[in-house]
């Protein structure tokens, strides 16, 4: 299998062409088949590496082939390759499995729309850039793809590009990227000019040697994390992520849990070893995790739009991924990745069943209300139990309770905080578990509990979705509920296999961190079961405290709305983050064009351009008088030159 690696990335790449060059010609139905099929194909040839990955030797479990040199200049020389290891396997399962859900629900999701074919091509580019991304055994081939999902993600973020808005929010995306990926390339150049090269393994081998601290691993980390930031959705750049909600809802589950936002997490894990030379940097990797994970949180609080709940649930969850990483707990942050891929898919898939429910209700009863805000929903749970039991399930895995998929990794990540030196980054990280059991499930309540808020002729048209959209519902409702089994601790009787899986491709950092006298600390067993209680009661009581304002006393909200008003606002404006980012930046930048537009394109450039054009006017003006059109004038000019010639030469 491992000599067909190649063909997991390339088959997507196959269906982008297909679908994209003959899509409308095919018809609707054959894009629909073309497009999940190559993500199907390529999910199970996933699974036969994932599985040849076993069977080797752990200490020596990596698979890298180079297919031809790419790029030479000088003593550079770049191989185009791939490398598929334990990181790299557990991420392209995620990604073709998640992946390949979605474009089956997109099947249903996406009947009828114009550009059908378009959004499966588009669709299937996102995956094959993301696959890149992940399986390049060079920070090259890496760049390829980080740039290549943030180009899709503008494509498929403002797919109604008819739409201002939609289109608007795909420029957004885009351009707050490109600011990150300015500092990981940045990040690249440092990294060839330390060590002289881009390939993941010699990189490794290097930072494995390297002797002592240096300020230049430190600038190399931070710039790597400047990108991450962007890529998935961290302080400051994270203003993009809750805008991509304007795309089509399985471009938000996409976007949200299989690919884009988990490529920073996956960039910072690739990259553990040299991470951990500089302890600095991961302490802001920590910090900035933490603090995006509980900002997150409190703006989701209050949120009315159902995908922009989700939205901030999503910073907020990259927020404890990014925990795991900068605490040492790379293996945790992964787990974490894979389970919440699991739940917040279905999450937005459930949203999308929703709102799919709805806009029917509206064209069939008469429109009342923003089919997304969530104040003019209720009681769907009686119309759309498939969809309202798995939202349930997701909801109680992203709180974390057990033995759901989120409780493993989620408490992995706080229990590893404390047990290596980070106890208030715990502290602070179990407050945002706390908000996020309330809000998730004050979203579950309002929208599938008490009474429909409609007009009762809407409520006759609701129904569930088409099976195309129920079955991978069902799919991820199963695997947010075992997802996470694989990764049970030892505690709770357990192998920690993902983590015994993982360890090859973090045992270098591990060594590093060793070597340098900064060993974890010594886990113990009854400090880690007062975490993972402490941790489950606060989920329990984040949903008991919904429970009571949204289903036993809906008027408190409402009284503490009234009587907070200042701080309602500004948690339903997001702190007016956007309004200060276009005060601060954009007007300024507009303002600094508007004002090198006026001097330098229409004094220098224009300036030039019209005084040559005056210059010769000047000069016309004069010799003009000389074209009499009189054949005597013409022939005593020539008279009079021929006589000026001759008189030269004399004089000469």
Request: net charge neutral.
């Amino acid at each position: 299998m491992s000599n067909y690696l190649y063909l997991i990335p390339l088959l997507p790449f196959i269906g982008f062409l297909i679908n994209g060059l003959w899509g409308r010609k095919l018809g609707d139905r054959a894009v629909g088949i073309i497009g999940s099929a190559t993500i199907g194909i390529a999910f199970a040839m996933s699974i036969a590496a994932f599985i040849e990955l076993l069977g080797y030797d752990a200490h020596h479990r990596i698979i890298e082939h180079d297919w031809f040199v790419w790029l030479r200049a000088g003593a550079l020389e770049v191989s185009f390759g791939l490398l598929l290891d334990p990181l790299s396997a557990v991420m392209i399962l995620i990604v073709t499995g998640v992946s390949f859900l979605i474009h089956i629900y997109s099947i249903g999701y996406m009947r009828g729309d114009s550009s059908f074919s378009r959004y499966f091509s588009f669709l299937n580019l996102f995956v094959f850039f993301m696959l890149m991304l992940v399986l390049g055994n060079n920070l090259l081939i890496m760049f390829i793809g980080w740039e290549g999902v943030g180009l899709c993600s503008y494509l498929l973020i403002g797919f109604w590009f008819t739409d201002d808005a939609k289109a608007t929010a795909g420029k957004k995306a885009f351009i707050v990227n490109r600011i990150g990926d300015f500092g990981f390339l940045i990040g690249v150049f440092l990294i060839f000019t330390t060590f002289g090269s881009f390939s993941f393994s010699n990189l490794e081998h290097q930072a494995g040697l390297w002797i002592g601290g240096s300020s230049v691993i430190f600038w190399i980390t931070l710039c790597l994390f400047i990108g991450a930031t962007g890529k998935s959705a961290q302080i400051p750049l994270y203003v993009w992520l809750p805008d991509a909600m304007a795309g089509p809802t399985p471009v938000s589950a996409l976007i949200h849990a299989a690919t884009m936002v988990t490529a920073g997490v996956y960039m910072v894990a690739r990259n553990s070893f040299l991470c951990v030379l500089a302890p600095e940097s991961l302490a802001i990797v920590a910090w900035v995790g933490v603090i995006t994970a509980l900002f997150a949180a409190t703006i989701a609080l209050v949120q009315n739009d159902i995908k922009k709940v989700l939205a901030y649930s999503t910073i907020s969850q990259l927020g404890y991924m990014f925990v795991g990483c900068g605490v040492g707990a790379f293996a945790a942050g992964i787990s974490h990745l894979m389970t919440h891929a699991f739940f917040k898919a279905l999450l937005f898939l459930g949203a999308g069943s929703v709102i799919h429910a709805i806009h029917h209700a509206h064209e069939k009863g008469g429109y009342h209300g923003d089919p997304q805000d969530i104040r003019y929903m209720g009681g769907l749970r009686r119309k759309l139990p498939t969809t309202y039991w798995t939202f349930a399930v997701a909801c109680f895995a992203i709180a974390g309770i057990p033995p759901l998929s989120g409780f493993f990794s989620k408490d992995e990540i706080i229990w590893q905080s404390f047990a290596n030196g980070f106890g208030a980054v715990g502290v602070i990280a179990m407050i945002a578990a706390l908000l996020t059991a309330f809000y998730m499930f004050r979203l579950l309540y309002m929208t599938f509990h008490g009474d429909w808020r409609g007009r009762h002729d809407q409520e006759d048209h609701l129904h569930e979705s088409p099976k195309a959209m129920t079955i991978p519902l069902a799919i991820l409702g199963v695997l947010s509920i075992i997802g996470g089994w694989i990764a049970i601790p030892h505690i709770l009787g357990g192998g920690a296999w993902l983590e015994e899986f993982m360890h090859p491709s973090f045992a270098t950092a591990e060594r590093i961190v060793a070597e340098a006298g900064r060993a974890h600390a010594v886990h113990s067993m009854a400090g880690e079961w007062v975490a993972m209680i402490i941790s489950v009661a606060i989920a329990v009581g984040g949903i008991l405290w919904a429970r009571k304002w949204y289903i036993k006393n809906p008027a408190i909200p409402k009284r503490l709305t009234a009587r907070a008003v200042g701080l309602h606002k500004m948690l339903l404006n997001k702190y007016w983050i956007d309004e200060v980012y276009d005060y601060m930046i954009v007007q300024t930048v507009i303002g600094t064009a508007d004002s090198l537009w006026r001097f330098f394109d229409v004094k220098i450039v224009d300036g030039l351009v019209n005084g040559l054009a005056k210059m010769f006017d000047w000069f016309g003006s004069i010799f003009r008088h000389i074209q009499t059109g009189l054949v005597s004038n013409y022939a005593l000019m020539m008279v009079v030159g021929v006589v000026v010639i001759v008189g030269y030469m004399v004089w000469k």
